[in-house]
C-alpha cells in the first residue's frame, strides 16, 4: 500500500483531532518557562496577594506623587519597575460607587467615584490593555525568560487571569465597590490613569 494511502487512512481515523508536533508535546508536558507552568496558581496565591498588600487608597498615593521632588524618587518610594527602561506601576486602592459602565468595546471599562471624590477609570475587559499586572508582579523579570514572545503570552495569561476573576462581578451604575489594581506611568500624573485591577469586590 503507498504511503498516500496510509495518509488518506490516518487522516480519516483521526477526524477531528490535530496532530501536535513534538515540540508542541514536549512544552504541553514541560512549559518552556517553569513561571508559565500554572499560570492561574500564581495569579490566584502570589499576583493578586501582592498587589492587594501592596495597594495604597488613591487619594493618599496621588497626593504623595505630586508631593514628590522628581519621578525617580516617587517610583523607588512608593512603585516598582524591574528595569530603568520601563514604566513604573502604582498598586493602588479605590473603594466607592460605580458611575459608570461603558461595553461598547472589548476593552470595556467602568468608572468608580471612589470616597475621595475623584472618578477613577477602571478596565473591565473582556480585553485587558497593557502589561501592568505582570510588571507589577516582583517574582519575575524579562530576565527570567530571555524571549520577548514568551514573557509577551505570560502577560496575555496574567491578563486573562484578572478577566476571570470579573466575570461575577458584572458592575451596574450605583453598586458599590472596593478595586485593588495597578496603573503604569512614565511620569507623575496629573490625574488617575486607567487602573488595571487585581481583584473587585462588591462592598
Not at 490535530?18 to 514536549?26: D, F, G, K, P, T
Not at 521632588?69 to 524591574?82: I, V
Not at 477602571?122 to 502589561?131: A, E, F
Request: with cysteine; proline share 6%.
Amino acid at each position: 500500500m503507498s504511503g498516500r494511502v496510509w495518509l488518506a487512512i490516518a487522516a480519516l481515523a483521526l477526524g477531528g483531532c490535530r496532530i501536535v508536533s513534538q515540540q508542541e508535546l514536549a512544552d504541553l508536558k514541560n512549559p518552556p518557562n517553569p513561571k508559565m507552568a500554572n499560570i492561574a496558581q500564581l495569579y490566584q496565591q502570589k499576583i493578586a496577594p501582592q498587589i492587594i498588600s501592596e495597594a495604597k487608597p488613591v487619594e493618599q498615593l496621588m497626593k504623595s506623587l505630586a508631593a514628590a521632588k522628581d519621578f525617580d524618587r516617587a517610583c523607588q518610594q512608593f512603585g516598582y519597575r524591574a528595569q530603568a527602561e520601563n514604566p513604573c506601576i502604582f498598586a493602588v486602592r479605590v473603594t466607592g460607587q460605580v458611575e459608570s459602565v461603558n461595553n461598547s468595546s472589548r476593552s470595556g471599562k467602568m468608572t468608580v467615584k471612589d470616597s475621595s471624590g475623584a472618578s477613577v477609570p477602571v478596565q473591565i475587559g473582556p480585553v485587558i490593555r497593557g502589561t501592568a499586572l505582570r510588571d507589577a508582579y516582583r517574582g519575575a523579570s524579562y530576565q527570567d525568560f530571555n524571549d520577548q514572545a514568551l514573557f509577551g503570552d505570560f502577560g496575555r495569561g496574567i491578563n486573562n487571569q484578572a478577566v476571570e476573576q470579573l466575570k461575577g462581578l458584572q458592575p451596574k451604575v450605583g453598586d458599590k465597590v472596593e478595586v485593588a489594581g495597578v496603573f503604569s506611568s512614565w511620569d507623575i500624573p496629573q490625574t488617575v490613569p486607567d487602573i488595571t485591577p487585581a481583584r473587585v469586590t462588591r462592598q
